[in-house]
């Protein structure tokens, strides 16, 4: 590094060991700092990559979880400390999440309550830092996100694949009716250590591989898609050289500074991949003469992003919608529909987005608000819904996106409806929705359920070729 970076890196390092000392257990090198608490770890690194990019990780020591990730050039002291700040936030978060959280869950929580105090019981004698909890089926959907491992009695077994659709990135399990009936807690203790042993050598084999088809492309496009979710914020993006990926990253935070964030994302895949051509950045909402329709604790609603990009790296910068950017990579992906819904519902919201392909063409309209659900949910819900459930009522969940998908029906007719919805992944409870709102079954499309991380593979894609057309539309104009 040079002299100025050498020095910045110092009293940095200096500084964060100072905020950490009491809190975590600090342990310095050269070039890499490591905070452990009993739950987590946190590495704050810096990389000499002509410049200094440093690297900000917090994992979850019982999971392996990623709970923090991101990088950035390290330019100004003050924006470096108001990172790792949140980072040590995060960090220190995780002390209240130490133990392995288990939710027993039944028609009513009296039965379960027993069953919770035999397992919490048997767990503290095997010494197993486990946490048992008992809740009444209709509260699962509130309270399972912040489990690890969810057990359904057998009462209510028959639940157990819409459960596990749901917590799909958590252990869901069935008791057994005679562990269940002979509140055998050793059992139900083996089996939880079996199924994770299990879960976890599978996930380490499954492999991720999407097609992307050829497209023509000489440019060097940096593709960025922003996902929030409820607690968190991920950010994923992707150099593409000729049209083909050639590096991928995500940045997981708790907060969205959307300005701070990108010029990060920016910074750091200058000075490792080098210079790329255009920027292309999708994001939830209606971008608008460079700035966006965001809450403004994520952004100033006087900013002009686009303007701020274009002007710090002279290089175009475009700015689309994120569902428009998914449905126009999911139709680039096959070659089967020219008719294409994408319904987006990010957990934690209430409001969903849309979008379509009609006859093989992105709809947009004249204000680029078309698939702004949003408009035609405020007259469909009680003002107090608008955020007061934070979508844990499954039932107001398929009422909501069943109104937007019937709404684009009507008017689009398409031939497949793609679903995003962490909560609702029971594309069959959703047709029964429709059929009872009086859509005639015939009349039905194709539903497809979407994971978040197809959404963003999708929308990486898909805002590549919207970066490529807008490219192309501008050199026309000169």
Known sequence: MREEQQKLWDDYKSWLLEQAKDKARPVAEDSRVELRTDYAVGIVEVHDLDIAVVELSVTNLADGENKFYLHFELKYLAHAQELFVEMLDTLLGLDSKQKLRVLLCCTSGMTTGFFRDKLSEAAELLSLDYEFSALPFHQLYQAGFDCQVILLAPQIAYHYKEACQVFRDRLVLKIPPKVFASYDAASVLQLIQAERDNLQHTAEERAVAKALGEIESKESILSVVVMPFKGQTRIAYR????????????????????????????????????????????????PR??????????????????????AKYGVPVVITNNVNAAVLGCYSHQDKYQNIMFISHPRGYTMCGQASIVNGQLVRGSHNIAGEVKYLLYTAMEPSDWREHQCADLDMIARYISIAIRAGIAVLDPEVVMVRSEMLADMDRLKKQLVADFLPEEYLPKFVHVT??????????????????????????H
């Open 452 to 477: 978040d991380e197809e959404m963003a593979e999708y929308a990486l894609l898909g805002q590549m070729i919207l970066t490529l057309e807008a490219m192309e539309g501008r050199s026309k104009m």
């Open 289 to 310: 003469n460079g700035g966006l329709d965001l809450d403004e604790t994520m952004i100033d609603p006087q900013l002009n992003l686009q303007a701020l990009l274009e």
């Open 239 to 286: 150099i593409y050289e000729k049209g083909v990926p050639v590096s991928n990253e995500l940045v997981i935070k708790g907060r969205l500074r959307v300005a701070e964030d990108l010029q990060d994302i920016m910074d750091t895949v200058g000075c490792r991949c080098g210079k790329f051509d255009a920027v292309g950045i999708a994001v939830p909402g209606v």
